[in-house]
Structures are given as structure tokens and as C-alpha cells.
């Protein structure tokens, strides 16, 4: 068994008054996982670092321009049986502008603007609850600790 990271797990996020809300994608028809809500995510791609893929998807999939990320304090993982890998996904938070339009990519057919609350119901794994817990609670309530995780690009 190999022990890969290929992927990130992008949180998209905006500040409405003191709170904040996350935005999930809806998966298109004919997609991988048609009509499953998530957050961004992709590829890495040869020579990219992970958090240019991050910016790089966030961008080819919402359309956003991000004004600051984040390497969230958690690391998701999956086991492939098809390949014998098991993956290991480093997780990010983008803040964009609250007045941006989403622009959503082929990928996906429609978009939401979620609580925390709301985001523990539409994701369907428990890694994915997880990031939006502890994303929400390092915004809310560690904020001072963001900028240890904080990616100045």
C-alpha cells in the first residue's frame, strides 16, 4: 500500500456581520458523485504546490479570486481499494469578498451559501463535517491563532 496525497479540500467562506458561511457545490449530472453537495476540491497538479491548487481550483470552479487562505489544522484521508492507496487530503480555508457572484463551473449545478449547522447536514462524510467544525470554531473563536495557519501569497 502507497501512501499519496493528490488532492485538497478547499472551504470557501465569507463574512456576513460576525458570522460566517460556508458555500457548497452540487455535484453535475454526469459528474463523479452526481448531486452530492461539497466543498472545492481537485487535483494536484506536477510541480504545484498544494495550496496553489487550492487558489487555482477555487477560482476554476466558483470563479472567486481568494483574499486570504488558510491550511486548516486537519488533514483528511480515504482509502482507495482500486489502487491500494490511501490519501491523504491537506485542507484549506479561502475568505472571499461576502458581495462576489459565484460563477460556478461545468462540474457542478448549483451552489449554496450555509451555516455551519446547514453544512453538517449536506456533507456526506464525517472528515468533511469535521473541517467545517474546526474552521468555523479557529474563525469564531481562535481567531488569534489564524495567523499560524495562514498562506501569504
Same mark, same amino acid.
Given at each position: ?5 493528490q488532492?485538497v479540500?478547499?472551504h470557501?467562506?465569507?463574512?456576513v456581520?460576525s ?25 494536484i497538479e ?9 487558489l487555482? @481550483? ?5 470563479? /472567486? ?6 491550511a $486548516?489544522?486537519n %488533514?483528511? &484521508? ?5 489502487n491500494? @492507496?490511501?490519501?491523504l487530503i491537506?485542507? /484549506?480555508?479561502v475568505?472571499v469578498?461576502p458581495e $462576489?457572484k459565484v %460563477?460556478? &463551473? ?5 451552489y449554496?451559501?450555509?451555516t ?29 491563532f489564524?495567523?499560524?495557519?495562514e498562506?501569504?501569497?
Amino acid at each position: 500500500m502507497k501512501i499519496v496525497s493528490q488532492m485538497v479540500e478547499v472551504h470557501v467562506i465569507r463574512q456576513v456581520n460576525s458570522q460566517i458561511e460556508f458555500l457548497l457545490l452540487k455535484r453535475a449530472p454526469g459528474e463523479i458523485y452526481e448531486n452530492l453537495w461539497q466543498m472545492v476540491s481537485g487535483r494536484i497538479e506536477p510541480e504545484e504546490k498544494a495550496y496553489e491548487t487550492a487558489l487555482r @481550483e477555487v477560482k476554476e470552479e466558483t470563479g /472567486f479570486t481568494a483574499q486570504r487562505i488558510w491550511a $486548516a489544522p486537519n %488533514v483528511n &484521508s480515504f482509502y482507495s481499494a482500486h489502487n491500494d @492507496e490511501m490519501n491523504l487530503i491537506p485542507v /484549506f480555508a479561502v475568505l472571499v469578498n461576502p458581495e $462576489a457572484k459565484v %460563477v460556478i &463551473s461545468d462540474e457542478h449545478s448549483d451552489y449554496k451559501w450555509l451555516t455551519k449547522e446547514e453544512c453538517s447536514i449536506m456533507l456526506a462524510w464525517e472528515g468533511q463535517r469535521k473541517s467545517v467544525d474546526i474552521i468555523y470554531d479557529y474563525f469564531l473563536n481562535f481567531r488569534g491563532f489564524l495567523d499560524l495557519v495562514e498562506i501569504f501569497v
